[in-house]
């Protein structure tokens, strides 16, 4: 668990150090590949609190999210039509899902390190 904590502060140390800009037509691929990069992070964190992390299962499924997401948003530029908006919604509301289930596993256990 303090590996990949670790890796997020670090990644996100560097992403405020490194001045990298993105193209403004970029924002809605990054978008959605951000909350998909996301969702698995608070997935990997729920299993792992749960004891059934599998990190084939949580690479798989960061790069592989991250892909999809990202191409909805482009195929649905080419279309004419805002595609990203699925994946906006699927992986915001799985976000959210895991959090809570994160917050409820942390609570129980503090609750029965303060019970004993």
Do not use: C, W
């Amino acid at each position: 668990m303090l590996i990949p904590l670790l890796g997020l502060i670090i990644g996100v140390m560097l992403g405020f150090v490194l001045p990298i800009d993105l193209p403004t037509s970029y924002t809605s691929y990054m978008s959605v590949a951000l909350l998909a990069a996301l969702d698995s992070v608070f997935g990997g964190v729920r299993a792992d609190l749960e004891h059934k992390f599998d990190s084939h299962i949580f690479i798989s499924g960061f790069f592989g999210n991250t892909l999809i997401a990202a191409f909805l948003a482009y195929l649905g530029d080419r279309l004419g039509i805002p595609l990203y908006y699925a994946a906006i919604f699927t992986f915001g509301t799985r976000l959210f899902q895991n959090f809570a289930i994160i917050r409820r596993i942390a609570l129980n256990k503090l609750q029965e390190k303060y019970k004993h």
